[in-house]
């Protein structure tokens, strides 16, 4: 086991052994968990195939093993389920432990914030993972305001987003301080929080928000599957 998998497994341990806690009950939610994480699997890893194959990134055998799968080590195809996984769990919990409030805020705001992110992407093209990364949280920021905008609304969706920015910079700082995942500077600013370029930042903001709000969909679907059963029982019963 080289050390990638062994930091995925790592990340995972504490929200998986805390799944079965009575009051969030995360286990409860795994229909919807394991149907946003099916998609970020697809969506994240195809951009991660094209990155890897485009060169903006590669990983470094030393940590991550030889063995590829389409391009990519079995620890980065584990990122993208350990990582959505633990950071859905902090939502689930932030929403079982703190009243909730809603934010007043015009639909006008998300798609302008939106339009900033996509502009600034544009401009900063020829710096393809800066470019490409501001574009893909434009979007996800619009698609979500479309499908979701309840869920970006929520305090604690907001503040369960801010709380995921503490393990990212343990886990990132790992990845990237030793480094299993190497970067050509030329494709992004070459601008560092420590070890950390600040791209993964947007990277990590795009692909949660993917996630938390693909949750709340698909929370809402099998609710929604429940409550047909349930009226059906009542009518048969």
Request: hydrophobic share 60%; charged share 15%.
């Given at each position: 086991?080289?050390?990638?998998?062994?930091?995925?497994?790592?990340?995972?341990?504490?929200?998986?052994?805390?799944?079965?806690?009575?009051?969030?009950?995360?286990?409860?939610?795994?229909?919807?968990?394991f149907g946003s994480i099916g998609l970020i699997v697809l969506i994240y890893g195809a951009w991660d195939i094209w990155k890897t194959a485009?060169?903006?990134?590669?990983?470094?055998?030393?940590?991550?093993?030889?063995?590829?799968?389409?391009?990519?080590?079995?620890?980065?195809?584990?990122?993208?389920?350990?990582?959505?996984?633990?950071?859905?769990?902090?939502?689930?919990?932030?929403?079982?432990?703190?009243?909730?409030?809603?934010?007043?805020?015009?639909?006008?705001?998300?798609?302008?914030?939106?339009?900033?992110?996509?502009?600034?992407?544009?401009?900063?093209?020829?710096?393809?993972?800066?470019?490409?990364?501001?574009?893909?949280?434009?979007?996800?920021?619009?698609?979500?305001?479309?499908?979701?905008?309840?869920?970006?609304?929520?305090?604690?969706?907001?503040?369960?987003?801010?709380?995921?920015?503490?393990?990212?910079?343990?886990?990132n700082g790992i990845l990237t301080g030793k480094p299993v995942v190497l970067y050509d500077d030329k494709r992004n600013l070459g601008i560092?929080?420590?070890?950390?370029?600040?791209?993964?930042?947007?990277?990590?903001?795009?692909?949660?928000?993917?996630?938390?709000?693909?949750?709340?969909?698909?929370?809402?679907?099998?609710?929604?599957?429940?409550?047909?059963?349930?009226?059906?029982?009542?009518?048969?019963?």
């Amino acid at each position: 086991m080289n050390f990638y998998i062994m930091l995925d497994l790592f990340v995972l341990a504490g929200p998986l052994a805390l799944s079965f806690d009575k009051r969030v009950a995360f286990y409860k939610k795994w229909p919807a968990v394991f149907g946003s994480i099916g998609l970020i699997v697809l969506i994240y890893g195809a951009w991660d195939i094209w990155k890897t194959a485009s060169a903006v990134w590669s990983f470094n055998p030393a940590y991550a093993g030889e063995f590829r799968f389409l391009l990519l080590p079995m620890g980065e195809w584990l990122f993208f389920v350990v990582v959505p996984y633990a950071c859905i769990f902090i939502l689930a919990c932030v929403r079982s432990y703190f009243k909730d409030a809603a934010f007043a805020l015009p639909r006008p705001l998300f798609f302008a914030l939106s339009a900033i992110l996509a502009v600034l992407g544009v401009a900063l093209i020829g710096r393809t993972y800066t470019g490409v990364v501001l574009i893909a949280a434009a979007l996800t920021l619009a698609a979500s305001e479309l499908l979701a905008p309840k869920s970006l609304r929520s305090r604690n969706f907001w503040l369960a987003m801010a709380i995921t920015y503490a393990p990212f910079l343990l886990a990132n700082g790992i990845l990237t301080g030793k480094p299993v995942v190497l970067y050509d500077d030329k494709r992004n600013l070459g601008i560092r929080a420590g070890s950390i370029p600040i791209e993964d930042f947007v990277y990590s903001f795009a692909m949660l928000l993917l996630a938390f709000v693909l949750f709340d969909l698909f929370s809402a679907f099998f609710e929604r599957r429940r409550e047909r059963k349930r009226a059906a029982d009542r009518k048969g019963a």
